[in-house]
């Protein structure tokens, strides 16, 4: 029987060379501390982001990289300046997109308090986020891809999702169908670097923007959705 640390190393083995030498570190270091056994395999390829499948005593977990290269972390650093939790943040490359995985693991964490239907965030290093896996044998499909058999009761639990952040004093800030997984007919959020705390002087133009793109989505799937009306329940 080999070691335990060689097994690890074999798995992640697949891998290597694939990230910069800082994310590599910080995979190690992540296997050491027990989050992962090793990676399996890329899932999808955002902006900012890769998100992988990885393993951890034979169950699924999700590790996000935040890319340390081909990011704007100009815009990155706009966005999150505004959020008072980051007000003394500089406009440096590395500390940017640090703060900003960083932010997605709290607010995934500050959401799931809420009892908020959000992947659990196990930990962060910098620019590496592990948090629980949504979906079964595979992912679970994002909502865009997914029509709800039943449109109307789907639009309400986001809906409620919704009011459960803004009462816990969060706004999403880029809520749509790539965002909202279709867990067995459940809303799921994810994606949440971009979420910010009600004190943010541009929350009231993400709340209604997110409202928008959510009664857009349900009203060509058949549901009546206002937003006026939307935006009142969530507030209310
Ligand atoms: N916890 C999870 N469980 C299952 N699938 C996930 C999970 N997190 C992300 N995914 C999948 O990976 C995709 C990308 O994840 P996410 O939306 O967080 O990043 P992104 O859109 O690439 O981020 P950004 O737009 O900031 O670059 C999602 O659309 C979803 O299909
Ligand atoms: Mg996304």
Known sequence: MPRMGTVQKEK??????VFDDFT?????????????????GPLSTG?????????????????????????????????????????????QRRDV?????HREF???????????????????????????????????PMLKDAKPDNPKTFFDEVILQMKKMYKAGLVHGDLSGFNILNQDEKPVFIDMSQTTTLEN???????????????????????????ATTLKKIKG
């Not at 992640?12 to 060379?17: P, Q, S, V």
């Not at 590599?24 to 399996?40: A, E």
């Not at 997109?97 to 995985?101: C, D, G, K, M, Y």
């Open 12 to 17: 992640y083995k697949t891998h290597h060379n």
């Open 47 to 91: 902006k900012e982001g890769n998100v992988f499948i990885a393993k951890k005593d034979g169950e699924k977990r999700i590790v996000k990289i935040y890319r340390l290269q081909t990011c704007d972390y100009n815009k990155m650093f706009t966005h999150i300046r505004t959020d008072m939790r980051y007000a003394t943040l500089k406009n």
């Open 24 to 40: 590599d570190r910080n995979l190690y270091k992540l296997m050491n501390q027990g989050f992962i056994d090793g990676l399996q």
């Open 106 to 140: 709290r607010n995934l964490l500050k959401a799931r308090e809420a009892f908020v239907r959000v992947p659990t965030p196990y930990t962060i290093l910098f620019n590496v986020l592990i948090m629980e896996f949504i979906g079964d044998e595979s992912a679970a």
């Open 201 to 227: 002087p541009n929350a009231k133009e993400f709340l209604e923007r997110d409202v928008h793109n959510i009664c857009k989505l349900f009203t060509k799937w058949g549901v009546k959705a206002d937003e």
């Open 97 to 101: 997109i640090f703060a900003w995985a």
